[in-house]
């Protein structure tokens, strides 16, 4: 697939070889009834000096080095119209709003499709790995595609899909609920950079488990900013759904009566292992500890016990230990 940050910087030389300069931006125009933005010119910078040369000229794209396809002399110009994409400048970067007008996610690559020897935008990227890419790293980005088993399609928008704005945002056009599922990460992120306000609207799209993993990825007064707003029945349920450390650091830093109303609207489990952990002073090692812990039984073959910890991952916190017990218990 060829993606524009393998143009980004490219060097650029005639037909004999001679240095052209560098690729500083990508012009791109958009056609009548034609959904996607084809890729109309090539611009140009050496030593403060700016060329625009037509996408038409270049003889191979996605080289180390870019040629085009006759001496300097001979080149045609591109002439600017006024009208153009700039793709670097405009597009690279924004976020993507949906349509009622909360942040969702940021460009961080275009895929191109060819068609008729023409070059069009086809898809955003909003993947770490179109990070990766922008970095020069795109033969990584691809190993670790392979590597996790990671689809890029869940993360490519159809540029049908989007519009772009006057300011530093694209607008959605269907609704946030059928953009592809976002890492927590990347919802915390979003969140952070956002109003109270549109961060609740933001967070009332998540349903209680991908609300409760976008909290553990935000620290604790800021989760508490967060739940600030919603009913304490919703919050409860969010608590049962977060680890029992997370959980008791987000407990702690509400208000004393509202985090006493909400242990006792949790279920008993939960709420017993997070009461045991507030129970500690914070910076003490209890303070500190989970009860999501990976535990096996005395006895079993390994292959039993592997088969147990596979079952029990999503569970605990960490593979890095796995303890025998004599008498097994369920943590969390």
């Not at 084809?38 to 000096?49: F, P």
């Not at 080289?63 to 002439?79: G, M, N, R």
């Not at 303070?287 to 991952?313: F, H, Q, W």
């Amino acid at each position: 697939m060829p993606f524009i940050s393998q143009i980004i910087g490219r060097t650029v030389v005639d037909s004999e070889g001679d240095k052209l300069g560098r690729v500083e931006e990508v012009l791109a125009i958009q056609k009548p009834r034609v959904q996607h933005p084809v890729l109309a010119a090539l611009v140009v910078s050496r030593k403060k000096e700016i060329s625009y040369y037509p996408f038409s000229e270049i003889a191979v794209l996605f080289a180390q080095v870019i040629p085009l396809s006759h001496k300097k002399e001979e080149l045609p110009h591109y002439q600017v119209k006024g009208d153009e994409i700039q793709v670097i400048q405009d597009v690279l970067d924004k976020q993507i709003i949906d349509t009622n007008g909360i942040r969702v996610v940021r460009v961080n690559d275009l895929e191109l499709t060819r068609v008729n020897n023409e070059y069009y935008i086809a898809n955003v990227d909003i993947s770490s790995l179109g990070i990766v890419r922008r970095m020069g790293l795109g033969k990584l980005a691809d190993r670790l595609a392979a590597r996790f088993d990671h689809n890029p399609r869940k993360s490519f928008i159809s540029w049908e899909s989007v519009e772009l704005l006057h300011d530093q945002f694209m607008r959605l056009k269907v609704p946030v609920d059928k953009l592809s599922e976002l890492h927590p990460a990347d919802i915390a992120e979003i969140l952070s950079d956002m109003s109270h306000i549109d961060s609740g609207k933001l967070l009332e799209t998540l349903d209680i488990e991908h609300l409760a993993d976008a909290l553990e990825e935000v620290e604790p007064d800021f989760q508490a900013n967060l739940v600030q707003g919603m009913s304490d029945e919703k919050v409860a349920d969010v608590l049962e759904e977060m680890s029992p450390d997370e959980a008791a650091d987000l407990l702690a830093e509400l208000p004393e009566e509202r985090s006493k109303d909400l242990l006792d609207l949790m279920e008993g489990d939960e709420a017993e292992d997070v009461r045991m952990l507030l129970s500690y002073p914070e910076e003490s090692a209890g303070g500190m500890m989970t009860t999501d812990i990976a535990t096996i039984r005395p006895g079993l073959t390994a292959e039993k016990a592997i088969e147990v910890l596979r079952n029990s991952a999503d569970e605990a916190e960490s593979m890095f230990y796995v303890y025998v017990v004599s008498t097994h218990q369920e943590w969390g």
